[in-house]
């Protein structure tokens, strides 16, 4: 079946160092792949998505680039700050469908 | 624009105790989904809806029902709470799941002793 594979938290990291945050997927056919944020005791939000191969994904300084021939969408951003700690999650949907699959997710600490 | 508004935040059951959880979007959005979180585990699918009258059940639907009478509201119920459902509870929306994502409540953190 479909899923998703994400890198292991925590991640801990300093002020302005690099992120990358791994992510893997397994699927049938041609997925849209998105990155959700979860900040302390709020619901997910849509950070970035890609629906077709070779499509980057961006917003607030994130990145992912859609790769089919590795089956990867890594989330990177080139200096993080103490306001990106959260949960991050992986996930798909098929095309032509509606069912989202998730990430087990990976929680980012920055330190100051 | 309130987005997705999800009642309780929190709720503490009895073992075998029955409640709705509420959901309601005012974007319009035909597609509804229902997922708990667990630590570790990410975010599991219990019932889904790709419009009014229209349910199915996800990855992990026993324990509870849901319904959609209108395309605003999707109600969670658990019929007879079991420990094994403590969890937080996210309901969703989207115009289409595949080309913009899903818009999240905030959650229900929901404690069965």
């Known amino acids: 079946g479909n899923s998703v594979t994400q890198m292991e938290g925590p991640v801990t990291l300093s002020e302005e160092a690099f992120l990358t945050i791994n992510c893997t997927y397994t699927?049938?056919?041609?997925?849209?792949l998105f990155w959700y944020v979860q900040y302390p005791g709020e619901g997910l939000q849509l950070l970035l998505k890609?629906?077709?191969?070779?499509d980057k994904g961006s917003n607030k300084g994130f990145e992912a680039t859609y790769r089919k021939e590795t089956t990867s969408f890594h989330l990177e951003k080139g200096s993080v700050q103490v306001s990106d700690s959260a949960v991050y999650f992986c996930?798909?949907?098929?095309?032509?469908?509606?069912?989202?699959?998730f990430g087990a997710g990976t929680r980012l600490f920055v330190k100051a | 624009n309130a987005g997705v508004t999800q009642t309780p935040k929190f709720q503490v059951l009895k073992t075998g105790q029955s409640m709705t959880l509420q959901c309601a979007q005012d974007?319009?959005?035909?597609?509804m989904s229902w997922y708990r979180q667990d630590p570790g585990m990410g975010l599991r699918l219990i019932h889904y809806?790709?419009?009014?009258?229209?349910?199915d059940q996800g990855e992990v639907p026993n324990g509870y029902n849901v319904s959609r009478s209108t395309t605003e509201d999707f109600p969670l119920r658990l019929l007879s709470a079991a420990p094994s459902q403590t969890s937080v509870y996210f309901c969703?929306?989207?115009?289409?799941?595949?080309?913009?994502?899903?818009?999240f409540g905030s959650g229900t953190r929901l404690t069965v002793v």
């Open positions: 699927a049938t056919g041609y997925p849209s």
């Open positions: 969703a929306s989207s115009d289409g799941p595949e080309k913009f994502g899903y818009t």
């Open positions: 809806s790709v419009g009014a009258g229209i349910t």
């Open positions: 974007m319009n959005h035909e597609y």
């Open positions: 890609a629906t077709k191969a070779d």
């Open positions: 996930a798909l949907t098929m095309t032509g469908g509606f069912k989202t699959i």
